[in-house]
């Protein structure tokens, strides 16, 4: 049997390029406002997974404006099932 271990991101500022590891995908996507710098506090981060080296940029692009429905693919995450950003929606967690 193999052991899976979940995969972990790691946040890079873009502001002061501190970088901090160790966030679960379940705890990223549960900040609302997205992730932080622990040093200097800026929302201008990068998160990226260990494993896969895929990245999501916060804060997230705004989506345009019209009639919005959640996606249908990512259930409103802005995440496939891999941690990639949800081609459906472009990561926005709507389509239009």
């Not at 271990?5 to 390029?17: E, Q, S």
Request: glycine fraction near 12%; hydrophobic fraction near 30%; charge should be negative.
């Amino acid at each position: 049997m193999t052991d899976h271990k979940p995969t972990t991101w790691r946040l890079r500022c873009r502001a002061c390029n501190v970088t901090d590891g160790g966030l679960h995908w379940v705890t990223l996507l549960a900040l609302r406002d997205g992730p932080s710098c622990s040093a200097c506090g800026s929302d201008a981060v990068t998160a990226q997974d260990s494993a896969t080296g895929s990245a999501i940029a916060f804060p997230r692009p705004a989506a345009s404006v019209g009639e919005w429905w959640q996606c249908c693919n990512c259930g409103g995450t802005g995440l496939d099932s891999y941690g990639d950003t949800c081609p459906h929606c472009s990561g926005l967690g709507n389509c239009q």
